[in-house]
Each structure stands twice: as C-alpha cells, then as structure tokens.
C-alpha cells in the first residue's frame, strides 16, 4: 500500500481494524451472508472495542476523530465483509444531522448512547417515489402541541429495526417542496414508528435494510434538528460527509477481492504452471492495483480536507464515492473472472464481493447523481473564472 503518512493513531488505528476484520469479521462473513441474519455479536464486539467512539467528540464520550477514522475502519472492514461493514458506516451516516445540526441538549443526549455502540442509528431520507430526486419526499410533520405528528413511509433504510436513533427528514411545509424539509429524531420505542419490510437483497446481506413507516408518530419537538425548513440542506451536508464512507466501503470491497485474486492466481496450476504466471493474469491484478491505489488516494485525499475544516467538499466527496464505486464493480468482476468456473460457484468467497460491491454505485446517491453533482461545480467553477 502507498504511504499515506498517516498519524501514528491512525496508523494503530488502521492496524487493529484490520486485526479485528481478519480474526472476527472474516470467518463469519459467508454465515451472515447466506443466512441475512443482522451480526449483533460481532456488532457488541465493536462496541466493545470503541469502534463507535471515533467521530464523536470527546466532550460527548467519543475519540475526537473525523471522517479520515470512520473511513479507514470501514475500508479495513469492508475488505473481510461488506456489509458486515455497514452496521458502523450506516450509524455514522444517521449520526451526521446530529453532529452537523444537533443542540448543546441534543448532542449530549444522544451521542454518548451512539459513542458507546449502545445505539446504532439510521438515515431516514429516501422514499419510495424519491429516490435521486430527494426533495419530493412526501413524509409529513405537523406541529400538534408540543409535538410533531409525523406520517410517511421511508424506504431501503440500512440499520433499520436495529437502530436506537432514526434521523428523518420530513416535510413541515408541503407546498414550499424541499425548502419545506425539516430533519428529526425518532428514537427507538415511539409509537406510531413502524418497521415494515426486511428487504431480500443481492449483496450486503448482513446489513439490515428494511421500510420504516410512520403513522401518527409523535415526536418531540425538542428531537427537530435545527430549524423547520432546514432539512434539505442538513441531508445534503450529511451525505457529502458520508459519501466518503461509501468509497472506503468500495476500496475495502476491491481490496479484498484482489487479496484472494492473488492469493488464488499463485496457487492455480494451468498449463504445468501457476496462473500468475502468464501475462494476461498479471496485467488484470496490475490494473485492479493501480485503480485500487487511485480509489484509496482519492478517498483519503477527501477525508482529509473534509477533516481538516474545508466548507465546500461536495465536488470531491461525489469525486471518491463515484470513482471507487466503479472500481468496486470492475475489480471485482475481474477477481471473479481471475477464479474462472470456480469464481462463479458460491463455495469460494469471492462471488460475494462482486455482489457486494455492486451496491457501492447506488446507494447515497447513484453514480450518475454523483456525475450530476460533480459537473455542477465543474461548470460553477468555470463561470466563476476558477
Ligand atoms: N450542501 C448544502 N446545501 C445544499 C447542497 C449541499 N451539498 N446541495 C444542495 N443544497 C441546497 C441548495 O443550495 C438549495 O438551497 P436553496 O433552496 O436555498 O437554493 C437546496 O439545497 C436545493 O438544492 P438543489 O436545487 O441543488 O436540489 P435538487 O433538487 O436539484 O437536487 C441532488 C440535488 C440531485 C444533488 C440531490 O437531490 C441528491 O443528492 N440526490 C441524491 C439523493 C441521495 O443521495 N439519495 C440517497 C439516499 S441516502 S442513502
């Protein structure tokens, strides 16, 4: 791996994730991918490990990190199990609209419970009719007293059912459309807060993803994050923050699929000698290499402009998720190829890290939205004589 000249922390940081992925997530990663079953033990063990303590701040319990921590946990992660993964990227994700526009009061209710993995959280945006075009959520809040009564149905939710904390956004206005977008909590327990349909899905199976319905949910008016109207803007902000995490998901997913390429390559025996022998195998682990490296100095790149206080990160973030994303998909096809017939048979591991990678081009905005977002600044950038 490139020298990214990482801090001495990350570094250990960076080492212990890796231990945890090889010895803890790995050997169970095939059980949970088959059965769906959401890998609570291994997510206490987390816990237990202070996993979830590295974005929050310390005056909150947590270990002051930023999104150069959550991403390098989440690669090394991801590179054992995808969507094993996801139980952490997914509360980072849903801790976010706290961090960005939580209270003094809110920050210190909620982000002890989430520093000490007590409570997973989720991120509630997406619907069944807004998808890439989030502002036409058609969720409902309504001010009822000292409360707000929320209805809708939200759609795809990773850590859905598990998570302590939903962060939501709603519209508190209808006719104003996404300037009427107002960001909740909904903590676990509220009546009215339904879980519908655990989705069947082709990869990340061990991340749970379901339907989360309200119906007449009341929620405190003290749990509306920032300001009614702000909505929009605090889930946009939120996913130019998380979208890194999504391509250190997809480096870690690429990665992994190139340990067991080579690994497989060197053993193989074609043609009285081993596979990585001949120039057509060297060449493909050459390019999923170089595009690997490329995906991670783009991510860390970000990370660490991101960390270190830049405003307007929103062109890069959409840069990393959409260039790793795809070498997610291209790597992982080639290292399915690398196996051949064996690639293909559901014995070897590596058929699942194609099917997880694929997920990596959809999820928190499709890759076409990322190119939407990223040729906006290219061409604000232009205009603006930069
Ligand atoms: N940060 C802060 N504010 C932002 C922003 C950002 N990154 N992007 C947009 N906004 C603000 C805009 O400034 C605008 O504010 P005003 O109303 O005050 O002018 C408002 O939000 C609406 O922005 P815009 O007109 O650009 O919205 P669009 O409806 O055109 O949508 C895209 C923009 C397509 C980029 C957005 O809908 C999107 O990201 N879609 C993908 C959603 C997604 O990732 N879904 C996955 C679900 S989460 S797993």
Request: net charge negative; glycine share 10%; aromatic share 10%.
């Amino acid at each position: 791996m490139m020298n990214y000249y990482l801090t001495e922390m990350q570094q250990a940081l960076q080492q212990l994730a890796r231990e945890f992925a090889r010895g803890t997530i790995a050997p169970a990663a095939a059980q949970y991918d088959q059965s769906a079953e959401f890998p609570w033990p291994i997510v206490k063990e987390m816990a237990r490990m202070d996993f979830f303590r590295l974005w929050i701040p310390e005056a909150y319990e947590g270990m002051g990190g930023g999104i150069t921590e959550m991403a390098l946990v989440t690669e090394e992660f991801s590179r054992a199990c995808g969507g094993i993964a996801l139980a952490l990227a997914g509360t980072a994700l849903g801790t976010f609209p706290i961090l960005i526009a939580g209270s003094e009061e809110q920050q210190r209710k909620f982000l002890p419970v989430l520093a000490s993995g007590e409570g997973l959280a989720a991120f509630c945006l997406t619907e069944p009719e807004a998808g890439s075009d989030a502002g036409a959520i058609q969720t409902t809040a309504r001010l009822d007293g000292d409360a707000y009564i929320l209805n809708g149905t939200k759609h795809f939710i990773t850590n859905g059912g598990v998570a302590r904390f939903y962060t939501v956004i709603a519209n508190t206005d209808p006719a104003r459309g996404a300037r009427g977008a107002t960001a909740f909590v909904v903590e676990e327990g509220t009546p009215g807060l339904i879980f519908g349909k655990k989705e069947d899905k082709m990869g990340i199976r061990a991340s749970a993803t379901c339907e989360v319905v309200f119906q007449e949910c009341r929620v405190p008016k003290e749990n509306l994050l920032g300001k009614e109207g702000m909505g929009f803007p605090i889930a946009m902000k939120t996913l130019d923050r998380s979208r890194p995490g999504v391509a250190a998901q997809a480096v870690g997913i690429a990665q992994g699929a190139l340990d067991h390429a080579v690994r497989y390559a060197r053993t193989r025996q074609q043609f009285g000698q081993s596979i990585s022998s001949f120039q057509a195998i060297q060449f493909m682990l050459a390019d999923m290499a170089t595009e690997i490296e490329a995906a991670r100095a783009l991510v860390y790149g970000t990370a660490r402009m991101i960390d270190s206080g830049e405003k307007d990160f929103g062109r890069e973030s959409a840069m990393c998720k959409v260039f790793a994303g795809d070498v997610a998909m291209r790597v992982t096809t080639d290292a399915v190829q690398i196996f051949g017939g064996y690639g293909y048979m559901k014995d070897y591991p590596i058929e699942k890290y194609m099917r997880d990678a694929k997920i990596t081009q959809i999820y928190e905005g499709t890759n076409q939205i990322q190119r939407g977002v990223i040729a906006r600044h290219v061409i604000k950038e232009s205009a603006s004589g930069q």
